[in-house]
């Protein structure tokens, strides 16, 4: 398996735009998170899902971010509309109970710029 | 509500030496416990897990313990190397879909 993939590496957009960050999971894991990290707030979880149901979205910011998971294969973070203050690096992880890969993988992670 | 902290929040070593980062957890009713190391702008690479019915796991240099009455996991490294300047976090799991990050350790192993 490839590992965790994430889409874009880097995003640099304006403010007010929409922006779509995208994660394949490992293959058989059944849970999928978002987390979001800067320096001054650390490691953030934002939303998590299991068997591509949201479990928990209490770490989201606001309604300007959303996130789906169509199928255990996909799933995307949208911000709409962007601000600074969303500049972070968000990473997502799948996490499986059992097997090989057990535990948390995460993704290289996508480095958002607003300005 | 599951609670972890790592202590010390920076630590700086000499090359060579033996070191041990600690990772302390509230609700010892954990499933299992998983380090990572984080590069500077890198993300975070898996390095040991625990299961909570184990005692320790190695994997080269490095040896996690956990001890699940004490609520306490500790991370040894072996004769430290600058390369393994980075920083250290712990996750643990709980019955109940309840996954907590500790804050971590940043480790700077001086030449």
């Known amino acids: 398996d490839a590992g965790v993939i994430q889409s874009p590496r880097h995003e640099v957009t304006e403010m007010g735009q929409e922006v779509t960050l995208r994660c394949k999971p490992i293959?058989?894991?059944?849970?999928l998170f978002w987390y979001r990290q800067t320096m001054m707030r650390g490691l953030e979880l934002l939303i998590y899902f299991n068997n591509n149901v949201p479990i928990d979205d209490s770490g989201m910011p606001e309604d300007r971010f959303s996130a789906k998971m169509p199928n255990a294969s996909f799933s995307t973070l949208k911000i709409q509309p962007s601000e600074p203050r969303d500049s972070a690096v968000y990473f997502c992880?799948?996490?499986?109970?059992?097997?090989?890969?057990?535990?948390?993988?995460f993704g290289s992670g996508t480095r958002l710029t607003v300005v | 509500k599951q609670e972890v902290t790592q202590i010390p929040a920076a630590l700086s070593v000499p090359e060579g030496e033996n070191l041990v980062l600690n990772c302390s957890f509230t609700d010892s009713a954990i499933y299992n416990l998983q380090w990572f190391r984080q590069d500077p702008g890198k993300g975070l690479t898996s390095l040991l897990l625990i299961q909570s019915s184990q005692r320790e796991q190695t994997s080269g240099r490095l040896n996690a313990s956990l001890d699940k009455s004490s609520g306490r996991s500790t991370l040894y490294i072996a004769a430290s190397q600058p390369g393994d300047s980075a920083t250290y976090l712990c996750a643990v799991y709980n019955y109940g879909q309840n996954f907590v990050f500790g804050p971590g350790t940043r480790l700077s192993v001086l030449p």
């Open positions: 293959s058989g894991h059944d849970y």
């Open positions: 992880a799948s996490w499986a109970l059992t097997g090989i890969s057990r535990g948390y993988t």
